[in-house]
């Protein structure tokens, strides 16, 4: 009997390495040794009256870094930043995750990012690994952020250094397995110099400041995976569950320049719904970062509104006023959504 156990036990073990290494082929070594992640250096960035303002105006702006890593007051439908919280870190009121908080990002060296090197700091925000090597959540948007040039990360990092430093400690991120596997995979090390992106025409600042910002990965719709879907950019259909309604789902809105997107859109109203939320007759969900965007240039939003009318056209009705419906476009579950054709 004690033989037949340990047969059985040894067979099973056999195949749980099959089953284990089986996975680890598919999706990388990553999952066992963390994700793929360069050297830093202990290089400190140069500190210039130029990169202070430039870091003061993305962070504070385009990449809206205390949108996330500072305290809501949840009271008000505004969703309003906790001033003498500024980038101190925030436990995310996300149902379906738990202990999810984006990072104290202010100069702390205990709770913060004090005793992170430069480099560090900027590999954190362009390739989304920490101090210690591991891999940040997703939705730290590093992907959208590995666009930022070495001239703008540099800018921000310096700029961090100056806010107030918060002692504040966050709780550590716990994920369901799987997910904690696939966040390990993600990351993609930046090995060469990343140069000033091109800048002669209003639609190519904008597409740059776009991707900064992340409007792609909000307003496009994605699969279980997360992957988006293809033929659907900025074409809405994305899904927030709002911070002080558990269990209520929006989608963002179609911003291409489609009649059921953007194309009744002047520059005029582009400009006041990015600086207040305001549309005619109603307000948006607070959970695009108003508080941020109205921070940025005119010249800024006017180069954004250029280049949105450069993207595909999207035939693609999204509404968070009207009955849900299916879509049979985004697979998902908006008002409209039963209007739209899959094609």
């Not at 590995?146 to 806010?163: N, P």
């Not at 990351?187 to 140069?195: D, E, G, I, N, Y």
């Not at 921070?295 to 035939?315: A, Q, R």
Request: proline fraction near 9%.
């Amino acid at each position: 009997m004690a033989v037949r156990a340990k047969t059985v036990f040894l067979s099973l073990f056999a195949l749980l390495v099959v089953v284990v290494l089986g996975g680890i082929t598919a999706v990388g070594w990553q999952v066992v040794l963390g994700p793929d992640a360069r050297p830093v250096t202990s290089t400190a960035f140069e500190v210039t009256e130029a990169r202070l303002a430039r870091g003061k105006y993305l962070a504070e702006g385009p990449t809206h870094c205390f949108f996330c890593h500072t305290e809501h007051d949840m009271s008000t439908p505004e969703y309003p930043l906790v001033d003498s919280k500024k980038g101190a870190g925030w436990v995310m009121p996300i149902p379906q995750l738990n202990h999810i908080a984006s990072k104290n990002i202010t100069p702390d060296k205990e709770t913060g990012i004090g005793d992170w090197s430069d480099d560090e700091v900027a590999r954190a925000i362009r390739e989304g690994v920490r101090k210690d090597g591991t891999a940040l959540f997703l939705l730290m948007p590093y992907m959208d952020f590995a666009s930022l040039d070495d001239e703008d990360v540099k800018s921000i990092v310096v700029y961090l250094r100056t806010i107030p430093a918060v002692q504040n400690t966050v709780p550590v991120r716990s994920l369901p397995g799987p997910l904690e596997y696939i966040v390990k995979t993600m990351p993609k090390p930046l090995t060469t110099p990343q140069p000033s992106h091109p800048s002669s025409t209003p639609a190519e600042r904008g597409k740059y400041l776009v991707t900064m910002a992340g409007c792609g990965t909000c307003h496009s719709p994605t699969d279980a995976e997360g992957t988006p879907l293809p033929g659907l950019g900025f074409a809405g259909g994305g899904v927030f569950s709002l911070p002080d309604q558990p269990g209520k789902l929006v989608c963002t809105a179609n911003i291409t320049p489609d009649p059921s997107g953007m194309a009744h859109y002047d520059e005029g109203l582009f400009h006041e719904t990015m600086r207040t939320g305001q549309i005619p007759g109603r307000m948006l969900n607070h959970i695009m970062p108003f508080s941020a965007f109205r921070n940025m240039t005119d010249e800024d939003i006017s180069d954004i509104y250029s280049f949105l009318k450069t993207v595909p056209s999207v035939k693609h009705r999204v509404s968070n006023t009207d009955p849900p419906t299916a879509c049979p476009l985004c697979n998902q579950t908006h008002g409209l959504g039963d209007r739209n054709v899959k094609q």
